[in-house]
Structures are given as structure tokens and as C-alpha cells.
């Protein structure tokens, strides 16, 4: 007798999709074999293995992960906010992993093969999952998974945690109160996205608040929130949507705030367009090594765009007033540094002190003079 798992998967080979109900149908007509609450745990098996992460299932829904990694070997490992550490989970060798990270494409609307052999996107349950097959990738298949916060970050909670000091939170609330225009920088993993969610949480509830984004990320503890996210080309290479699409169609929506979770590419030259057409509030994060280094990165950038450096130094002194900068140490995220924005170079105002604590910066009453007196918090 063809078992229940081989029945299942004669389905989607012959072309129907392996979705709940198709599991469920199948399940429903073996209950005599299995009883109903064996047919309810092969169920459960399946959705798992046809539906869902598999193995990495149990992983994901450990407290605090951020991150899941699968190697080509099989290894897994998770970052939970103190640093990778390897998962007694395992899968079975490069066939397996391979095997998942096809499936996961699938489940995510892409394509993943030979011709293909990379692939970004969304999981149903909101998972970011980035897969990369050989031989671009060497030892077999990799996976990666980003996974979401069910809710956004506060800055109280950042505080708690060691992110920002009182000082630091009275200073961030005043720059949201002012609708300063700024962007969070730092290099992967300092938690940009975080601070950035909970700035956003921040704004007034009357605000409107548009978010662009590659690929989905942000989540905002705010009642008006509009997301807009990218999409890759198809097969034949057609009907991608690109973050400068994205740009001019916010700028269409009306926001009180222009947010771009992430500046990377040409998108940065309507970006300092918008921000300097009185789209007070906006903003976004760049990767950069240090504040006073923001300028050059946004020149690199605007070079992709067809922008002068000169240009690009004329629109950001106009658009943006504070790079706001965020360094790790381990496992501690910290804002190392609020700088302002003069020309083509940032003036730090606040600086993280060697003792953890916010100290003076040579532009921190030009920061008294943007916040204003009755916002000051000094």
C-alpha cells in the first residue's frame, strides 16, 4: 500500500500545490487506517515537513532568536542576541539542506535551481529567508533565516537593555518631537532596524507613517502605518519592483514621515529629493563603519545614481539633520554617537563615554539649537 507521505508527495508531483488543505485531505482519508489522532499527528508531521521549516521549526520558536543558519554540511546555528552558537539540531548532509532550501523558496514564491541559484524573499509566517545553492556556494546549499519580532521595539525596552542611556532616550524623544530628519548608521547586526522601529513607535499617532523596504523588516508599534516592499523579477526577468519605484510611489501616499528601512543603491538620489522638499521627519539607515564616515557613504551611493559628489553634499546638508550611530561589542549594541549633519561632514554631539554613559560632543549645543530650549535635555 502507497504510504501517506509518498501519496502526498505523488500529489505535488503531479502538480498541485503542497498547501494545508490538500495535507488535510489526504490525512482524511486514511483516518480508518490511522485513527483519528494518529491521522492528526501525521498531519502535524507533514504541515511540518511540506509546509513549514521542517526541523528548523523548534529552533525558530526558541525565545529571543534572530537569526537561523544552515550550513552545507548540515550544522545549524542561532544567534539569540549573544552572538552564533551552534544548534544541537542538525540535518542529515547537503542533500537534505538542499532539499529545504528549494522547498522554502517555493513557499516563498521564488525560484531556486541551477539557472537560479540564489534567492531572497518573504516566508508565509513573515520569516526573511536567503538561500544560495553551488557552486556559487562552496560544501552545498546555504540557508539563512531571519526572523521578526511579533512587536517593535520601544526605546524604553533599548534601555533596558543597554542600547541607550537615560540621557540618550530624553535626546531621541526630543529628535522624533522635533521631526528631525535623520538616519541610523552602523554595520550589520548593531541593531539599526531596532532603533529605527522604536523611534518610528515614537511619532505622533496622527502622523502617517510610509515605509519603504526591500525586503520586510521594520515593525511598528505606531496605529498608521503604510509598508511597501520590493519585489525580484520573474523568470523571464520581468516585473521587478525596485526601492526607487517604491520612493516615488510613497511620496504619491500622502506620508507625514518617508521612511527607507534600508539606503543602499539609486533610491538614495529621490530619497534626499523628498527630504528636501518638506518631508520633515523622514528617515532611514545606512551601513557605515563610523557617523563622520555617513557623507562618504552617501556620495558612494549617490554615484550609483548619477549624482556629483557635490550634489549629493548639497542635498544631504539640506535633507538630513542627525546620523544617529550605533557600534557592537559582543553582545552589546550601543549608540555610539548622535552627530549633526553640517555640510559635508557630521559633528559629533553626543558620544558613548568609556564608561557607558552619553558625555558632550564639540556640536552638542548646535544640537540645543535644532532640539530648541524647551526640548532640551540637559
Known sequence: MTTLDERVLERVRSGALPDGDRVAEVVAADIARYGL?????????????????????????????TDVLVN???????????????????LAGPDEVRRLAVRLAGLAGRR???GQPWVDGDLPNGVRLHAVLPPVAGGGAHVSLRIPRREGWRLDALHRLGMLDARAVRVLRAVVARRCTFVVSGGAGTGKTSLLSALLAEADPGERIVIVEDVRELRVGHPHVVSLQGRAPNVEGAGAVTLVDLVRQALRMRPDRLVVGEVRGAEVRELLAALNTGHRGGCGTVH?????????????LGALAGLSGEAVDRQLDG????????????????????????????VPALVRGSGGATVAGPGLEALARVLGPEEAPW
Open 37 to 65: 489522532d494518529g491521522a492528526r499527528a501525521r498531519a502535524s508531521l507533514l504541515s511540518r515537513d511540506l509546509l513549514g521549516l521542517g526541523p528548523l521549526g523548534a529552533v525558530i520558536e526558541m525565545a529571543g532568536v
Open 72 to 90: 552545507g554540511d548540515g550544522s545549524v546555528w542561532f544567534d539569540a542576541g549573544d552572538g552564533v552558537t551552534r544548534c544541537t539540531t542538525t
Open 112 to 114: 531556486l535551481d541551477d
Open 319 to 346: 535633507a538630513v539633520d542627525l546620523v544617529l550611530h550605533l557600534d557592537r561589542h559582543g553582545d552589546l549594541r550601543t549608540l555610539a554617537c548622535v552627530g549633526l549633519v553640517e555640510g559635508a561632514r557630521v
Open 288 to 300: 557605515a563603519n563610523s557617523a563622520e564616515q555617513v557623507p562618504a557613504r552617501f556620495a558612494a
